[in-house]
């Protein structure tokens, strides 16, 4: 709600020059350009660079359906999880003061500088033959890496830290005088959370999710160790689009990728979506009164 | 739990929160690392030191970290600008540009590098006009930085966006009331404000950027001691089957990005309490 | 909750393999390239398969790098047979894990290599900077591509045929100079052989690629005949893609036979020939005489006789240490 309400109530005295204005957003677009245009008009480029048919046909593909179906049941197991772990993890750090609470948030960074070839290996190294619950595994006859479980794995792995540091730096800006406001007046924890919270929380939750989910459909290297490879089994869709490229089939590769930047594409149309709705739900609501009372208090 | 010190606070589900948060952080994360750093140790000290004491490993550590801060630091900067475009102007097409900060994240990272690759090569689309001016991007250190700066923008961007959006016009305008000019009320009222959201993001782009592998290969040239990434000589270890030279070169990466991302995140804390923010 | 996604991962991987494990099938790792080719066998196996024993048979497939595939193999990917570009990967098999019989490479005819390919040069057309041989190579102005060798098998093929062709020329010492001002002129190490090809053709960087023989095939059906010229070299090495059965897993699974067969028919005429269309030289003279139009005569040295082994090359030469990284230490 607060996004509705920054810019309609805007005013010359909170904003900048005309001037400024134009010159900032021209360098914003100008890097964005550079940087994240123009690569994925390129990859977009390619795809199509010997015609739709050819592009379709790629993508039509059963090693590619099955590939897809792969990644999006990953991202579908991954991300809730890592959901779950991000509101937790947010509301103990941010709401809370704590010994070793610098510490804490470390580790919860640490899988985002850990090489993803070597986020693989280390379940390699937990769960394969040669592993340390290898021998266990076969003879219970358990399937971990190369198989389903360990994909998943590896991709909870590498997407751990997003939504709970997203929420993180929200959170503390926020302060938790609602919350604490709403425990006075006699609601009880989950409410407090369900009804206060939960709402002033759910843009910042929102991208999380976004962010999760986008790498975790993304991601090569870890999957990449634990996969195994095998076709129309265990092929996510960046693995597929290695193979691809390695096969001199450019145009799939291509086509490939282009489709996993258009599920991103997706998804964040679903959030515009989203974020439509709530500000028609919301016009002429009392929260952004609430929201104001709330920064007087905290000021 | 009085074992973290716990400030009294009325707040429920601190156990709860915390709990849930050390089990499962524990499960995904401490145990595979801590297998990681065992598995290394089968090395002995002595076989440790000399696996990851050697020129190359050393070269290419500099080479990983410092691509990383310099890529990093170009996110926060940039980062911060198109998420205070993004929540505080309008202009046509908006929507679509927000859209898309999110898809290096998307994109197989492997797709980005040959992208970026094919865009820097001197025979590339930027590459071409380069070339002339004598700026070699592709197979140079300076791509490595394109590559990382690439993957990591949408830390910077999406940590900073909600913290911008939340802050309230009226603080500005009881600002711009008391006489403060827009630098003035830019420095001492919404930059510290965001200053926290805006550590984060940095931290995390540079953690992500240091363990990058994928879009990093495809335009680095990866010639030994000039624009050799650590993890490749990860890979190079793994090829010659050697798991535990490969776990022992992991763990130097990762106790230094943990000593690196632990100061960060101390600063943020302490800077966070000076300015009564948390 | 954790009962409940632990239930559904595995009603998930049921759906997901459901279909696949309908009848009885063997797994194929193998390296990146030969897609292609197992492409075209495969149906062809399954057809000679039924009219042999009228039973189906499915064939699934694994592609990735090779010493990567060995890996997962020994690290519990269920392999029933194993087909890579290089003999150290099989004997890791036997070394971790026993996963093979240590003499698994006497148990197939031919070193249990069913095709061979070799290291030839592909130029720019017109051939501009006129190479002809080896020793062009290491010209002053000649950009060479090569992928890197302490993680391709491309690279490493390639470096060993450099060193074994100046080694029959001029001895060790010669060899190693020979190696090193070639290295001099590379200007990209790439991380693969693919990568390596897009560096040359799409980036336009460099006067040669080195690379294998059936790859050029590969080069010219994606970019087109007329854009290269490939040169064959006087001598070059004799690249062998070993094949072998995985005893553990076909043990366990029971299915030896169809595993044995299906590595059998690589070497019977029908396979051999899919073979040599796939650029791949056959070991049946009859079907190399057939397709001799697309092999040239060349002469080539094996690793096993000019390095001793295949585990002595790579002590030697791509070892951390080793002869490989000591020319770029120099520097």
């Known amino acids: 709600m607060a996004l509705a309400t920054n810019q309609t109530e805007r005013t010359a005295a909170t904003t900048e020059s005309v001037v400024v204005r134009y010159v900032l957003t021209g360098f914003a677009l100008v890097f964005l350009t550079l940087f994240l245009f123009v690569p994925l008009v390129s990859v977009f480029w390619e795809a199509l660079a010997k015609g739709w048919d050819l592009y379709l046909a790629a993508l039509t593909d059963p090693e590619a359906v099955n590939a897809i179906k792969l990644t999006l049941i990953t991202a579908l197991i991954a991300v809730p999880l890592n959901l779950v772990f991000g509101v937790a993890a947010a509301w ?6 704590f010994r070793g609470k610098a510490l804490l948030t470390t580790l919860i960074d640490l899988p985002f500088s850990i090489s993803p070839v070597v986020a693989g290996l280390i379940y390699v190294l937990l769960f394969g033959a040669q592993g340390w619950l290898g021998p266990w595994l076969a003879e219970h006859d358990i399937k971990i890496i190369f198989a389903i479980p360990g994909i998943v794995l590896a991709t909870v792995f590498v997407t751990f830290p997003f939504v709970a540091r997203e929420l993180i730096p929200l959170m503390q800006a926020q302060g938790a005088d609602e919350e604490q406001a709403a425990l006075v007046l006699g609601a009880s924890g989950w409410q407090t959370f369900w009804r206060v919270t939960l709402p002033n929380i759910k843009w910042g939750l929102l991208y999380g999710v976004i962010l999760c989910n986008a790498r975790a459909m993304g991601e090569f290297g870890a999957v990449s160790v634990v996969s195994g490879h095998i076709r129309g089994q265990t092929n996510t869709v960046p693995l597929h ?5 390695n096969e001199y089939n450019f145009i799939g590769a291509f086509a490939c990728a282009s489709l996993l930047a258009g599920l991103a594409l997706v998804t964040l149309a679903l959030k515009t979506f989203v974020e439509w709705r709530a500000t028609q739900q919301h016009k002429g609501d009392a929260v952004p009164l609430e929201a104001r009372a709330r920064l007087a208090s905290a000021h | 739990m009085n074992l973290f010190n716990k400030k009294h606070s009325v707040l429920p589900g601190f156990g709860l929160g915390l709990g849930y948060t050390l089990f499962w952080l524990c499960l995904i994360v401490l145990l595979p690392l801590l297998a990681l750093v065992l598995k290394s140790s089968e090395l002995g000290w002595q076989g440790f030191w000399e696996t990851v004491s050697t020129d190359r490993v050393i070269a290419s550590l500099k080479l ?16 911060f600008l198109v998420a205070w475009v993004l929540v505080r102007y309008s202009f046509p097409g908006k929507r679509f540009v927000d859209a898309l900060v999110d898809l290096p994240f998307a994109l197989p990272t492997a797709v980005a590098g040959i992208a970026l690759t094919t865009l820097y090569a001197p025979n590339g689309w930027f590459g071409q006009y380069l070339e002339p001016l004598g700026i070699k991007v592709a197979f140079t250190p300076i791509g490595i930085m394109v590559a990382l700066t690439f993957i990591g923008l949408p830390f910077v961007v999406r940590t900073v966006q909600p913290v911008l959006q939340d802050l ?47 879009s990093v290969i495809f335009i680095a040239g990866n010639i030994p001691m000039v624009s050799e990434i650590t993890p490749l000589l990860i890979i190079g270890k793994l090829e010659q089957y050697d798991y535990l030279g490969a776990t022992a070169i992991a763990v130097v990466m990762l106790m230094i990005s943990f000593v690196m991302l632990l100061l960060i995140n101390g600063i943020q804390w302490w800077a966070g309490r000076r300015h009564g923010i948390r | 909750m954790k009962a409940f996604i632990s239930k559904t991962v595995l009603a998930l991987s049921l759906a997901l393999s459901g279909t696949a494990f309908a009848n009885t099938s063997i797994l194929n790792v193998s390296y990146d390239v030969m897609r292609d080719f197992y492409k075209d066998l495969n149906p062809a196996f399954q057809k000679s398969y039924k009219a042999q024993t009228g039973q189906d048979i499915a064939v699934q497939q694994s592609h990735g790098g090779s010493s990567k595939q060995a890996m997962s193999v020994v690290s519990g990917l269920e392999a029933d047979v194993i087909t890579m570009n290089q003999a150290p990967d099989i004997d890791l098999l036997a070394e971790r894990g026993a996963l093979v019989p240590k003499n698994w490479q006497q148990r197939l005819p031919d070193n249990a290599a069913p095709f061979t390919s070799t290291m030839i040069f592909l130029v720019r057309k017109g051939n501009p900077k006129q190479i002809k041989d080896w020793n062009d190579l290491t010209k002053q102005g000649v950009a060479v591509i090569i992928p890197n060798p302490k993680i391709t098998g491309n690279g490493r093929y390639t470096y060993l045929a450099a060193w074994g062709q100046a080694q029959k020329a001029g001895g060790e010492a010669k060899a190693r100079q020979y190696v090193e001002s070639l290295f001099k002129n590379v200007p990209v190490l790439d991380a693969g052989g693919r990568a390596a090809t897009t560096t040359f053709m799409q980036r336009n960087i460099g006067d040669v690629l080195v690379t294998f023989e059936n790859e050029a095939e590969m080069v010219a059906r994606e970019f087109g005949r007329g854009s290269f010229d490939v040169i064959y070299p006087a001598v070059s090495i004799l690249a062998e893609s070993p094949v072998s059965v995985v005893d553990k897993v076909v043990d366990k699974k029971g299915t030896r036979k169809v595993a044995e067969d299906y590595l059998k028919f690589l070497w019977s005429p029908e396979g051999q020939e899919i073979a040599a269309q796939n650029y791949l030289r056959p070991r049946n003279a009859q079907v190399l005489a057939k397709y001799s139009k697309q092999f ?5 040295f094996t690793v096993e006789e000019t390095f001793g082994s295949w585990k002595k090359a790579m002590d030697t030469h791509f070892k951390d240490g080793g002869v490989f990284d000591q020319i770029y230490a120099k520097r």
């Open chain 2, 64 to 79: 990983s970290f410092g691509a990383s801060l310099v890529a990093a630091l170009i996110n926060a900067l940039f980062g």
């Open chain 3, 296 to 300: 040239p005569a060349i002469k080539t």
């Open chain 1, 92 to 97: 103990a750090i941010a709401r809370f003061e």
């Open chain 2, 168 to 214: 309230e016009a009226e603080l500005e305008e009881a600002a711009t009331c008391l006489g403060a000019n827009r630098w003035q009320i830019f420095q001492r009222v919404i930059f510290p404000a965001t200053l926290p959201a805006l550590l984060t993001g940095f931290t995390l782009a540079l953690a992500r950027a240091t363990g990058e592998f994928g």
């Open chain 1, 241 to 245: 689009v290695e193979i691809l490229y």
